[in-house]
């Protein structure tokens, strides 16, 4: 098994809510309005068109197992799901982690175990101050 690690940082935001049940989303974007629920995370340094390829290749491999750990300081969180041949990674701007196996440009994976509703409510508290800086660790395992 060969694993493969790459990683995006992330401030917050007054307006992040986290209370979408099928996603979890990054964006580049500096700005987030009340109705995107799924972002955890603004200005990000990378989109997942900017991930390492080694990263990007292993992740498209069919049976891939991904873990993403969300990392607020003191706090994390860790969400497994799955990769696909079918995954693009080409989003410049955003990444999104999805229960379900809907793929689009943005989609970093699928069938996660968890989505933003599940992130723990004091680090989405802090996620709240756009000084808080966070860290998606990518880890892919094929």
């Known amino acids: 098994m060969k694993v493969y690690r790459d990683e995006v940082e992330f401030y917050g935001h007054p307006m992040v809510r986290s209370r979408h049940r099928n996603t979890i989303e990054v964006t580049r ?69 999805r229960k379900t196996g809907f793929i689009s440009p943005r989609t970093l994976a699928i069938r996660a175990d968890a989505a933003a509703k599940d992130i723990p409510r004091r680090m989405v508290e802090s996620l709240r101050s756009p000084d808080c800086r966070g860290l998606l660790r990518i880890e892919v395992q094929v």
């Open 29 to 97: 974007d500096p700005n987030l309005t009340i109705s995107g629920d799924c972002i955890i995370g603004v200005r990000a340094d990378k989109g997942l068109a900017d991930l390492s390829t080694d990263v990007r290749d292993s992740i498209r491999a069919d049976g891939s197992e991904l873990f993403i750990t969300i990392e607020v300081p003191p706090e994390s969180f860790v969400v497994r799901a799955v990769g696909s041949r079918l995954l693009s990674l080409e989003d410049a701007h955003e990444m999104v982690l």
